[in-house]
């Protein structure tokens, strides 16, 4: 009997749908990726690197939409996602003028301390980088274990940053802030109104940003809380005009 031995040096690469390949190109160009092949006849298929990892594109079949981000996707799973995130973020200053945070493509903010975060490119594949070590026990659907504003600000968590929800998240901090603030700690209400304020921004209605920053800018905090709120979101310059100066 022959005994076939397999050595473990697989490499997987993820085959994408394309739905634009100008677009495509342009994205991932703009992002630092080199263009190893391209090739849009007889069908369409671009193969792109960065770092230590690849990604392939076919044509996507008739009738996807892109809009709907369910094309696809892959992980790829790193020691640390700030220093990505900041990269890209920079290459998209560089190339576009402004950190992409809205529509298509896009990447989705970094809070600090936080073990993931998405690049959707221009044909709705969402690409996630997640660090390595990120516990395992994380609650999907909000921590059972909290109970009123505490519990809120764990499940609006969960909602943008392993749903990429906004809008969810935003509904959900809303009507929680509602029911729980009255009796919550100031620290826990201004997490709530920091991170309202940076959703209204994020989704383009700032109307209640100045209610939500006066509400803010009235609650005592100190020195140690008002950096613990100004941690919470991803630009704390969202901040800046609400922030109350901290107790002595």
């Known amino acids: ?4 031995h397999v050595p473990p040096n697989e490499t997987v690469v993820p085959l994408l749908h394309c739905v634009s390949a100008e677009e495509t190109l342009a994205f ?3 992002l630092g990726f080199t263009v190893t092949y391209e090739q849009t006849r007889p069908y369409l298929y671009l193969a792109f690197r960065w770092s230590g990892f690849d990604l392939h594109y076919g044509g996507a079949p008739a009738g996807v939409d892109p809009s709907t981000e369910s094309t696809g996707g892959c992980l790829v799973m790193v020691d ?16 576009y003028g402004r950190v992409l945070g809205k529509g298509q493509p896009r990447i989705t903010r970094y809070r600090p301390g936080a073990s993931r975060f998405t690049l959707i490119d221009p044909s709705g594949n969402s690409i996630v980088f997640i660090q390595r070590d990120e516990p395992m026990e994380l609650e999907y659907g909000g921590s059972k ?12 968590r969960i909602l943008r940053e392993f749903k990429d929800d906004d809008r969810a998240a935003f509904r959900a901090l809303n009507s929680g802030l509602r029911r729980h603030g009255a009796a919550a700690p100031a620290v826990e209400q201004a997490l709530a109104l920091a991170a309202l304020i940076e959703l209204s921004v994020a989704l383009a209605e700032p109307e209640r940003v100045p209610e939500w920053g006066d509400r803010l ?10 950096e613990q709120v100004t941690l919470g979101v991803a630009d704390p310059a969202l901040l800046t005009p609400w922030l109350p100066e901290a107790d002595a």
């Open 217 to 226: 800018r009235a609650l005592p905090l100190t020195a140690a809380e008002r």
């Open 28 to 30: 991932w160009r703009a």
């Open 80 to 95: 640390a996602v700030a220093p990505y995130h900041a990269t890209f973020s920079e290459a998209m200053r560089r190339a």
């Open 145 to 156: 274990r909290l109970t009123g504003l505490t519990k809120v600000l764990d499940n609006a």
């Open 1 to 4: 009997m022959t005994e076939h």
